[in-house]
């Protein structure tokens, strides 16, 4: 059964330093997302990207934040200067056409910011 | 968007029917009514959808009254292992990327 992939599982950083944490969607899915949780906490959205552009982001999502799929099969979640409140669990997630609310997530990527 | 509202938390005992009622009173004519399975540490696993009336798949059954304010998710007999969060998720579904915004839960415990 195709699935989502993330990479790393598993991120340790200085508060200040860049993060990217990457995504593989599943091959014919055309519209990705990010998710974040925080532990103990509900799942979050960040943003959804179609069409090579962001779609929808929510108030999380700010400049520190960004997104790119830079070469057909990657999707990545840019976080520029983390913050220790940007520790927590990022969800990929993405989903075909014609699906309107059938996502499929990846198993996350815990990151923790020192 | 709708905002969804379910119980925080639910017990049941292995080979129970459990029913998990979501109220989404502003739900819009374009939304679609999603209920995740979430287990800690790991991703949301979609479960079920549904649009009005009454679907069922291998896992679980969806009810969804006339008004569609509210919606039921059925699991037949609970084992230990369908303890976890569902989430009762509604989303437009003619607007593809759009911020599928995930509630509080309902933690299901499962108890032998």
């Known amino acids: 059964e195709p699935e989502v992939t993330q990479t790393p599982s598993h991120q340790v950083t200085q508060m200040g330093q860049e993060v990217i944490l990457r995504c593989v969607p599943i091959s014919n899915h055309l519209y990705f997302y990010w998710y974040r949780q925080i532990l103990g906490q509900k799942v979050e959205f960040l943003v959804s990207f179609y069409n090579n552009e962001i779609s929808e982001k929510s108030e999380i999502f700010d400049d520190q934040f960004s997104v790119e799929r830079p070469d057909g099969s990657n999707f990545t979640l840019k976080i520029r200067s983390t913050k220790l409140e940007d520790s927590a669990m990022y969800f990929c997630?993405?989903?075909?056409?014609?699906?309107?609310?059938?996502?499929?997530f990846g198993e996350g990527s815990r990151l923790t910011v020192l | 968007l709708a905002k969804t509202t379910q119980p925080i938390s639910m017990d049941s005992y292995e080979g129970q029917e459990v029913n998990i009622t979501c109220s989404h009173n502003n739900i819009a004519t374009n939304d679609y009514i999603t209920w995740y399975q979430q287990f800690p540490s790991q991703g949301p696993r979609f479960i079920i959808q549904g649009y009005k009336t009454k679907v069922t798949n291998e896992v679980a059954s969806l009810f969804i009254p006339a008004d569609r304010k509210s919606s039921t998710l059925s699991l037949p007999r609970v084992s230990l292992s369908d303890t976890a969060v569902y989430y009762c998720?509604?989303?437009?579904?003619?607007?593809?990327?759009?911020?599928?915004?995930f509630g509080g839960g309902t933690r299901l415990m499962v108890k032998p």
């Open positions: 998720l509604v989303g437009d579904a003619n607007n593809a990327g759009n911020m599928l915004t």
């Open positions: 997630a993405s989903k075909r056409q014609g699906a309107s609310g059938e996502l499929f």
